[in-house]
């Protein structure tokens, strides 16, 4: 009776880490259309949410001598690489197009895994990484010689790299005995991110008078404030703090499915709050990517060291990642929460901490 109480709290938990997540890039257009920088948008989004999770960062400080590597790892890849390379394409492409591209994690993954690492892939995942390319080829529609912006396009791509970089690290002072709570990393990733898109975005030279104006949301205006209050309260500290909740009530499989849900949920409030319309073979190329995704993640090969640093993140994301003894205590993909249900080694605790990233 409790075990099935658990569960069904978890999947809830991972529904609404999936659906924050996803609103990140709907909340975030409109803000960049009305005149602020990406890049500013993006100090805001984690400079907001590091004061948010200042008390937990204090409570987990011991991390800064037993992780370091980690929590930096952290913050540069998951949050501020992801980030920042995110909102910057969804300022030239759809939001759901950029997060079907960062959705090619998981296959590239598998491309370090056999062609770095050197470990050979199942054919089920070789099989996971075409289908993703191929429905990738469908939402661009390379027929057309690409319909999208191509800089955009690479943006997103980067933002994939970046997630595929932090699902990677390993063996940074791992401690089987002391795993590392994901909620300080998490903490900590912030704070560094916040610190490295200080120095990156300027953010003294940002317009500051458009917060206290309007963003047009496909006819309507948003105040902005509203808008950069869910970026911060829900699509990101929300976002991941419950995707961690959720993996540790939850099977990393279940938390890897529902973690794709978010480029699923992106799309649809894209389409319904945006204006930002699919058509047929996009939608048919985005299920396939997401289904090529989630074969490639659930049928990595594990890795012959038994405990790896950090694992994945889904989102995010969207940033928006996580992770080997991280990932004991709590959630995974940048999975993503999500995200990040999608762990290097491909085992369990891999998974955990990155399905509460992910994202965006």
Do not use: N
Request: aromatic share 6%; with cysteine; charged share 15%.
């Amino acid at each position: 009776m409790h075990a099935s109480q658990g569960r069904s709290a978890g999947l809830g938990l991972a529904l609404a880490s999936a659906f924050a997540f996803g609103g990140s890039g709907v909340a975030a257009k409109p803000l960049i259309e009305a005149g602020l920088d990406p890049l500013h948008v993006v100090w805001l989004r984690v400079a907001g949410a590091s004061l948010v999770m200042l008390p937990v960062a204090w409570r987990h400080r011991d991390l800064l001598r037993r992780k370091p590597a980690l929590l930096v790892g952290f913050g540069l890849l998951a949050v501020a690489g992801v980030q920042a390379f995110y909102f910057a394409s969804i300022s030239r492409i759809p939001v759901g197009v950029a997060l079907l591209i960062e959705y090619l994690a998981p296959a590239l993954v598998l491309g370090w895994v056999r062609f770095v690492q050197r470990r050979p892939v199942t054919r089920a995942a070789a099989l996971g990484v075409v289908l993703a390319v191929g429905g990738l080829a469908c939402v661009v529609q390379v027929w057309s010689g690409l319909t999208f912006d191509l800089f955009g396009l690479l943006l997103a791509l980067a933002a994939a790299c970046c997630q595929v970089g932090y699902f990677v690290l390993s063996d940074q002072g791992s401690d089987e005995a002391e795993p590392a709570d994901p909620l300080g990393v998490i903490a900590y990733g912030l704070l560094i991110g916040a610190l490295v898109l200080t120095v990156v975005a300027r953010p003294w030279g940002m317009d500051w008078a458009l917060l206290g104006g309007s963003a047009d949301m496909d006819g309507s205006a948003v105040p902005a404030w509203l808008l950069l209050g869910w970026i911060v309260l829900i699509a990101t500290v929300l976002a991941y703090v419950t995707g961690v909740i959720s993996v540790r009530r939850l099977s990393p499989q279940v938390a890897g499915v529902v973690a794709c849900l978010e480029a699923v949920i992106a799309t649809v409030l894209a389409w319904v709050l945006l204006g930002e319309h699919l058509d047929a073979p996009q939608i048919i190329g985005g299920a396939v990517v997401l289904m090529g995704a989630f074969i490639a993640q659930s049928s990595t090969p594990k890795a012959p060291v038994a405990v790896p640093v950090a694992g994945s993140v889904a989102g995010s994301v969207g940033g928006g990642g996580d992770a080997g003894d991280v990932g004991e205590t709590g959630d995974g993909r940048d999975a993503r929460a999500a995200r990040d249900a999608r762990g290097a080694d491909g085992s369990g605790r891999d998974t955990e901490l990155s399905a509460g990233q992910s994202a965006p």
